[in-house]
C-alpha cells in the first residue's frame, strides 16, 4: 500500500507557472505507475498526465500537452507536475495517483491509491 500527499498549489496568474509535488510513503513506490488527475467543479475528474514505473514513459493529456511536465524521482518518493503557461481552465484540484497494474492509463478507476488534493487556482 502506498499513501500520497501532493503539495504546491496555490493562486497564478493566467501565463504563470507552479509545480506540483506528490510525496508517497512506503518502500514500493518505484513499483507503481504514477499519474495526475485534476477536478474542476461542477466536473468530472479528469487525465492530466502519467508515468511508468521507472520514469521513462510518459503521459499527457492533450490539453495540456507542450505545457506541463510530469517527472519522478524514485530515490526521494517524489513525483512532481511542473505547470506553465497556465490557463483558467487549467483551475482545479489536482490529484495523484498510483497504479498496481497500468502504465500511462488515462481511468481513474486503473489507479490504486489516491492524495486528498491540491488546489490550482489560475486567476485572468
Known amino acids: 500500500q502506498v499513501q500520497l500527499v501532493e503539495s504546491g498549489g496555490g493562486l497564478v496568474q493566467a501565463g504563470g507557472s507552479l509545480r506540483l509535488s506528490c510525496t508517497a510513503s512506503?518502500?514500493?513506490?518505484?513499483?507503481?505507475?504514477m499519474g495526475w488527475f485534476r477536478q474542476a467543479p461542477g466536473k468530472e475528474r479528469e487525465f492530466v498526465a502519467a508515468?511508468?514505473?521507472?520514469?521513462?514513459?510518459?503521459y499527457y493529456a492533450d490539453s495540456v500537452k507542450g505545457r506541463f511536465t510530469i517527472s519522478r524521482d524514485n530515490a526521494k518518493n517524489m513525483v512532481y507536475l511542473q505547470m506553465n503557461s497556465l490557463k483558467p481552465e487549467d483551475m482545479a484540484v489536482y490529484y495523484c495517483a498510483a497504479s498496481q497494474f497500468y502504465s500511462g492509463s488515462p481511468l481513474a478507476r486503473e489507479y490504486d491509491f489516491w492524495g486528498q488534493g491540491t488546489q490550482v487556482t489560475v486567476s485572468s
Open positions: 508515468i511508468s514505473r521507472r520514469g521513462g514513459s510518459t
Open positions: 512506503g518502500r514500493t513506490f518505484s513499483s507503481y505507475n
